[in-house]
């Protein structure tokens, strides 16, 4: 089992990388190179963010897809590979197609068995587990103590809308196991940004009457910064505050940036 990620190779590398070379094709090639298809001959490749190969290299794929035959860059001797591909993509490759920006005949060719990942905001259950797998994966990594998660928090997150996905939740979670400073994540140590169109403030235990007004006053502004699309001067008055007070305030309660 061989993994490219298509999108971060440079486009004057792929081709080799891909399907290797011979041992003077271009400059630096001073040895011969087996390519990824050639190592996973008999076994399956998976092509991660297709969408961004450049289309001389879909035909060369399309090519292996239909012939199951490539040359190294700088051979002219047909190499064969029974190799499956699984391809996957974060674009709509359809559009894609329609704008001539991928080869329709490959689309076609890889579309065979279709599985569609639903965005995380579409299976909000499955935040719960995921939450408690990178808590113990990045405790262990980081060689920290394992931490638990308020059940107020696990709400929050639940009802966060996640555009950047399950990665976003992944470097949310290393994020807090990292800077968090107690044994128990809770909503103050949220970022801000999770509270953004969030109804209703969490609630939790606090240990002291300033921890309480201190998350309560964050929350608060937040929600006021919400309603006033995160405009300072429509806020402030809302608030009943000075402009450069609320500055003050948003930054003694860590709330940074704008919507």
Not at 63 to 88: C, M
Not at 124 to 136: A, H, S, T
Request: glycine share 6%.
């Amino acid at each position: 089992f061989v993994t490219v990620n298509c999108g971060a190779i440079p486009e004057n590398l792929i081709e080799s990388i891909l399907f290797g070379h011979e041992k003077g094709s271009f400059t630096g090639a001073t040895t011969q190179r087996i390519g990824k298809f050639e190592q996973c001959n008999k076994g399956t490749i998976f092509l991660d963010e297709i969408g961004d190969m450049t289309p001389a290299t879909q035909t060369k794929i399309l090519r292996v897809l239909q012939s199951g035959t490539f040359e190294r860059v700088g051979g002219n001797q047909p190499i064969q590979v029974d190799v499956r591909i699984i391809a996957a993509t974060n674009k709509p490759l359809e559009a894609a197609v329609a704008a001539r920006q991928f080869r329709e005949d490959l689309f076609y060719r890889l579309n065979v068995v279709r599985i569609q990942i639903p965005p995380l905001r579409d299976r909000r259950e499955d935040i719960p587990l995921l939450v408690n797998y990178f808590l113990k994966t990045f405790a262990r990594e980081h060689q920290r103590s394992p931490k638990s998660v308020a059940a107020s928090v696990i709400k929050t997150l639940e009802k966060y809308h996640w555009p950047g996905n399950v990665r976003e939740l992944r470097n949310l979670i290393e994020r807090l196991i990292i800077i968090c400073p107690s044994e128990t994540i809770e909503p103050l140590h949220l970022p801000p940004e999770l509270f953004r169109g969030v109804a209703g403030l969490p609630a939790r235990a606090y240990s002291s009457l300033h921890e309480a007004r201190s998350a309560y006053e964050r929350e608060f502004i937040l929600r006021k910064l919400e309603e006033n699309q995160w405009n300072m001067t429509r806020t402030a008055m809302a608030l009943g505050l000075e402009r450069s007070h609320l500055y003050r305030k948003m930054k003694t309660l860590g709330i940074s940036g704008e919507a």
